[in-house]
């Protein structure tokens, strides 16, 4: 009896070392399976997720109904595959175009009695919502607030949705995808000296204001192989009309439509580098000023405006 149990006992012994060899040799298996088993409805919660305001953000379950105050969180989630969870957008959301039969919250301005109405076990929103916000958290409801500033801010914007839904593992897809998006952009223009780089002026406004360094627009200029320059200023500012003239950019970029006409008939313009050769081009202002998944389709925009003949599509 003795001599069996010391048997089974060392037969068990090699079981768990074999099992254990083998765990330890396929380390991206066991990271699979725990990736999966993470991703199954209900798996992976409660969640916590710190969000871009310094909240530690808890998420009971799964979300099943969630209100998006922002367009680009709204943009998130339906590229994560989960716009059918959505229940609330504002009058700003125009895309997908399902948005347009989905419940309306307000615009910058949210209507707070709305949104409880619609019994949300998520909100997502931005620090443009301002006291929003709070007022929502004070009413028991489950908010993240995102605030990309930079394209890895969109990737981390991206995550941050990806884990508070359970639809992590599409999140680190989709930022996969723009990489790649992204990287194609960049070697195509990674050859060109920086001296040779055209100047490029932003205008987001006809009064005029641009973007500075800070800005996510600006890094998408600069990977695109253009020279931002108002690269020294912060933020979005207001610069004056001779600056720009003295600046003399090569080509002039508007997040406005139609603005070639008045941006080129502006007193003294038609000394600047950019309105002599006619390169004003007005951008898609959803694809370059909104933080979401189609920002690298605003950067690809950017380089075939740029350097049309590297960026051909014939």
Same mark, same amino acid.
């Given at each position: 009896?003795?001599?069996?149990?010391?048997? @089974?006992?060392?037969?068990?012994?090699?079981?768990?070392?074999?099992?254990?060899?083998?765990?330890?040799?396929?380390?991206?298996?066991a990271k699979e399976e725990?990736?999966?088993?993470? +991703?199954? !409805?209900?798996? $992976?919660?409660?969640?916590?997720?710190?969000?871009? $305001?310094?909240?530690?953000?808890?998420?009971?379950?799964?979300?099943?109904?969630?209100?998006?105050?922002?367009? $680009?969180?709204?943009? #998130?989630?339906?590229?994560?595959?989960?716009?059918?969870?959505?229940?609330?957008?504002?009058?700003?959301?125009?895309?997908?175009?399902?948005?347009?039969?989905?419940?309306?919250?307000?615009?910058?301005? #949210?209507? *707070?009695?709305?949104?409880?109405?619609?019994?949300?076990?998520?909100? @997502?929103?931005?620090? /443009?919502?301002?006291?929003?916000?709070?007022?929502?958290?004070?009413?028991?409801?489950?908010?993240?607030?995102v605030d990309a500033q930079?394209?890895?801010?969109?990737?981390?914007?991206?995550?941050?949705?990806?884990?508070?839904?359970?639809?992590?593992?599409?999140?680190? +897809?989709?930022?996969?995808?723009?990489?790649?998006?992204?990287?194609?952009?960049?070697?195509?223009?990674?050859? #060109?000296?920086?001296?040779?780089?055209?100047?490029?002026?932003?205008? *987001?406004? &006809?009064? &005029?204001?641009? *973007?500075?360094?800070?800005?996510?627009?600006?890094? /998408?200029?600069? /990977?695109?192989?253009?020279?931002? *320059?108002?690269?020294?200023?912060?933020?979005?500012?207001?610069?004056?009309?001779?600056?720009?003239?003295?600046?003399?950019?090569?080509?002039?970029?508007?997040?406005?439509?139609?603005?070639?006409? $008045?941006?080129?008939?502006?007193?003294?313009?038609?000394?600047?580098?950019?309105?002599?050769?006619?390169?004003?081009?007005?951008?898609? &202002?959803?694809?370059?000023?909104? &933080?979401? !998944?189609?920002?690298?389709?605003?950067?690809?925009?950017?380089? +075939?405006?740029?350097? !049309?003949?590297?960026?051909?599509?014939?």
């Amino acid at each position: 009896m003795k001599r069996r149990f010391h048997g @089974l006992f060392a037969w068990m012994m090699v079981l768990v070392l074999v099992l254990g060899l083998i765990g330890c040799g396929n380390p991206d298996a066991a990271k699979e399976e725990k990736t999966q088993a993470e +991703q199954k !409805p209900g798996a $992976s919660f409660p969640v916590t997720v710190q969000d871009d $305001s310094g909240a530690e953000v808890t998420v009971e379950r799964e979300p099943k109904r969630i209100v998006s105050l922002i367009p $680009s969180t709204t943009e #998130i989630a339906f590229s994560l595959g989960i716009g059918d969870r959505i229940v609330g957008v504002t009058t700003n959301d125009n895309y997908p175009p399902e948005v347009e039969k989905i419940e309306k919250v307000g615009d910058i301005n #949210i209507n *707070v009695e709305k949104v409880l109405e619609l019994k949300p076990d998520l909100v @997502l929103a931005s620090p /443009l919502n301002g006291e929003t916000v709070e007022k929502l958290r004070s009413l028991g409801l489950t908010v993240l607030s995102v605030d990309a500033q930079s394209l890895e801010g969109v990737y981390d914007s991206i995550r941050r949705v990806g884990k508070a839904t359970g639809a992590l593992k599409q999140a680190e +897809q989709l930022i996969d995808e723009m990489e790649k998006e992204k990287e194609q952009v960049v070697r195509k223009v990674a050859s #060109i000296p920086e001296e040779e780089r055209p100047k490029v002026w932003v205008e *987001v406004d &006809p009064t &005029p204001y641009t *973007v500075g360094g800070d800005t996510f627009l600006n890094e /998408l200029i600069t /990977l695109a192989g253009g020279r931002n *320059v108002a690269a020294e200023m912060k933020g979005w500012p207001q610069v004056s009309a001779e600056q720009v003239i003295k600046w003399n950019p090569d080509v002039i970029l508007t997040t406005y439509e139609k603005a070639d006409k $008045s941006v080129a008939s502006r007193p003294g313009w038609d000394r600047i580098a950019a309105v002599k050769a006619k390169r004003i081009h007005s951008l898609n &202002p959803d694809l370059t000023t909104r &933080p979401g !998944p189609r920002v690298t389709e605003g950067l690809k925009q950017i380089a +075939q405006i740029l350097y !049309p003949e590297r960026f051909d599509e014939n």
